[in-house]
């Protein structure tokens, strides 16, 4: 396989690698390319896409460190979940990653994507090869999600109406408002999340499954970072709180004016975060 240029949601581009696959513990092949040179930085990305979401911060870290864009299992070129799934196979894809990275790894988890790399981040500690540093933005209260939902969800995508499918996900999931789902009707970010439609019934089971550890986090060393909007929904910060308060060295930062989506609409300003804090 040869180098390319992964393209994100709004076009742009970026050279990547050729794509690598890490084996996790039950032989998922765990899909991941890179670009850029210094330090490695992991992008774990959000609920219901694809790595290709990860590239607009990738193209600004890429000047300092090497950029590592993960497919989460399930999604883009990643094993698929299997029947069985349950969250904690992810936890194990993310440490598989981190086991195939030259140290020192920053690990940077975005919403369901957090959840992956905090728990990546317990296993790679746990069998020796600690991350260095840990940045989580927005992990979500996963198990939420109401039985209804997800049926209607799972038999839409049966009759293959994918679209219907994404905005019953988009408004009755992730609480966008209908008129906002109207109007991002075959955006790219609506194609992202459509290519990715495979994965929504088992990602929604799966977080609803999920519960914290206290204290299993309270046992994670490593140095975090939570990020916060301060226009996301009210919803998402207690879950930031309540991490901060468990992790031993755990630090809150908030982005000005931003929502749940910064890292595709301040890039530059994400990247800026989470280069500062990787080189502290």
Known sequence: MTAGRARGLDGAAVDTAPVRHAVSADGTPVAFERTGHGPAIVLVHGGFVDRRASVPVATELARQFTVVLVDRRGHGESGPYRDDHAIEREFEDVAAVVAALPRPVTLVGHSY????????????????????RLVLYEPPPLWDVRDPVIDRIRSTLAAGATDEAVAILLRDVTGI??????RLQGSPFW???SANARGFVPELEAGRRFAIDPEAVRT??????????T???????????????????????????QGHGAMSSVPAHFAALVAEFARS
């Open 191 to 193: 194609q992202l999340v």
């Open 177 to 182: 408002p209908g008129p906002t789902v109207e």
């Open 220 to 229: 994670l060393s490593t140095p975090t970072l939570l990020l916060v909007g």
């Open 113 to 132: 994507g957090a959840w992956c790399a905090l728990h990546g981040a317990l296993l790679s500690a746990r069998s020796g090869v600690p991350v260095a």
């Open 231 to 257: 226009e996301s929904p009210p919803f998402l910060r207690p879950v930031t709180d309540r991490l901060a308060s468990l992790l031993p060295d755990a630090r809150v930062r908030e982005i000005e004016g």
